[in-house]
């Protein structure tokens, strides 16, 4: 368990410095509704680290952080000179096609590379863990300088957002430009650590959320740090339990985070009339999703007994049963027989696995003897696994067919049902309401 906290330890500081940051840019990308400029942004700064690569510089390296912070610099100048001549069709088309050309341009690069998919990879979704204390002292030098200059600034990045008075304001483009610059600083740093999906869910989730709580700055920048931290304990919690990949495992804790929150709004601190509006909307739209889904499940049943029907597997799970109860006695021995035997082997893996990732964390070196033989039981025991797995499949698509329709009819029956009992109901508030106003 210390293990565990000293290897995170540095990671979270990391990304509670990311969201200190960028929930604090992530709200004046939504004043300036400019929303997707940090994605653009974060593709050149990509852009400008593929293409140090590529030249035969080290990823990371000084030389690479030169190359993704120059090619933010001309993104930044682009969205300045292009904010007062995109009037017509809107900014955030500029900056569609800014993004769009920038991701164009780093597969082209990619394509030369001899390891274009692992770069890909990193480039979307970076390696937090990676984070060492040299790379968080650095990063903490350079948001501490543009949270200084945004300090000092304030006032000025806040009046260029206000309708009509950038247009009297001589110096307008000049903040723009040093907004840009400053945020284009930031992206570059973060996305050499967490990648273009985690620096955009730091930047607009935890703003997004303290802008549904209150329109004020100060009180949303608040609400933004505090539901960001959350989620970052949220997001390396489930990784390590999941044992996923810390970066995507985070975007979809950002995400989660977003819809508990926004659920939260709407349920408990709006007005009481909104509230009990929204509940009655919550429930009939729970109830009418549920509805759908085991309705179509229903349906995926008859139509297709031999496929995968995940919903039908999930309730067996929890309930402890399986389709043996329609197969014959031969047959089900058989389907235990080959569950037993690939859980077996499935952890036979997991052990192998779990030596190997060990290892690595004790600092111990592998011989190449050691880890070929690994590799090698890893491979033997996957593929019987995938035998006995197999054996599962056909004998769970034979149990499926026989059920198809004593339990895809009633199930598909019983949705129809409830979803014409719900819309009626539905109609009938509504003219219930309708009468009222006329009254």
């Given at each position: 368990m210390s293990d565990l906290v000293a290897l995170l330890l540095t990671p979270f500081l990391a990304a509670c410095l990311f969201v200190g940051i960028h929930t604090w840019l992530g709200l004046q990308v939504l004043r300036r509704k400019v929303v997707f400029a940090d994605l653009a942004l974060a593709q050149l700064s990509a852009l400008g680290g593929t293409i140090a690569v590529a030249v035969?510089?080290?990823?990371?390296?000084?030389?690479?952080?030169?190359?993704?912070?120059?090619?933010?610099l001309l993104g930044a100048a682009l969205l300045t000179v292009t904010r007062r001549v995109s009037a017509q069709v809107g900014q955030e088309a500029v900056i569609g096609i800014l993004y769009v050309v920038a991701t164009a341009?780093?597969?082209?690069?990619?394509?030369?590379?001899?390891?274009?998919?692992?770069?890909?990879?990193?480039?979307?979704?970076?390696?937090?863990?990676?984070?060492?204390?040299?790379?968080?002292?650095?990063?903490?030098?350079?948001?501490?300088?543009?949270?200084?200059?945004?300090?000092?600034c304030r006032r000025h990045f806040l009046a260029t957002e206000e309708d009509g008075l950038q247009r009297r304001q001589s110096f307008t483009a000049l903040w723009d430009f040093l907004f840009y610059a400053t945020f284009g600083l930031v992206v570059t740093s973060s996305v050499a650590v967490a990648g273009v999906l985690l620096v955009f869910s730091f930047l607009i989730i935890p703003a997004v959320i303290g802008s549904l709580f209150s329109a004020r700055i100060s009180v949303a920048l608040g609400v933004g740090w505090g539901t960001g931290i959350a989620a970052s304990v949220l997001g390396f919690a489930a990784s390590v339990a999941l044992d996923a990949p810390t970066g995507a495992t985070m975007v979809v804790a950002f995400a989660s985070v977003l819809l508990v929150a926004a659920g939260a709004r709407a349920l408990f601190f709006a007005a009481p009339e909104a509230r009990r509006r929204n509940g009655r909307r919550a429930a009939v739209s729970v109830a009418t999703a549920l509805l759908a889904v085991v309705g179509a499940q229903g349906v995926w049943l008859m139509a297709q007994p031999m496929?995968?029907?995940?919903?039908?597997?999930?309730?067996?799970?929890?309930?402890?049963?399986?389709?043996?109860?329609?197969?014959?006695?031969?047959?089900?021995?058989?389907?235990?027989?080959a569950a037993e035997t690939e859980r077996g082997h499935r952890a036979e893996v997991e052990r192998l696995v779990g030596m190997e990732r060990n290892a690595r964390w004790r600092g111990d070196v592998l011989r190449e003897e050691e880890l070929r033989r690994i590799s090698s039981f890893q491979q033997t025991f996957n593929e019987m696994g995938r035998g006995e797995r197999f054996v599962q499949d056909h004998l769970r698509g034979l149990a499926r067919s026989r059920e198809r329709w004593i339990v895809g009819i009633p199930m598909t029956?019983?949705?129809?049902?409830?979803?014409?009992?719900?819309?009626?109901?539905?109609?009938?508030?509504?003219?219930?309401?309708?009468?009222?106003?006329?009254?």
């Open positions: 035969g510089h080290a990823p990371g390296g000084a030389a690479g952080f030169g190359y993704a912070f120059a090619l933010t341009a780093a597969v082209l690069v990619v394509d030369r590379s001899p390891q274009g998919a692992e770069h890909v990879k990193r480039m979307l979704v970076g390696d937090i863990l990676t984070v060492n204390a040299s790379d968080l002292l650095k990063l903490a030098l350079i948001y501490a300088a543009v949270g200084a200059v945004h300090a000092l496929a995968d029907q995940p919903l039908l597997a999930l309730v067996e799970n929890r309930l402890g049963t399986g389709p043996e109860r329609f197969l014959s006695e031969g047959e089900r021995r058989v389907y235990r027989e029956a019983l949705c129809v049902l409830g979803l014409l009992l719900l819309f009626r109901t539905r109609r009938m508030g509504v003219r219930a309401v309708r009468s009222g106003w006329n009254r």
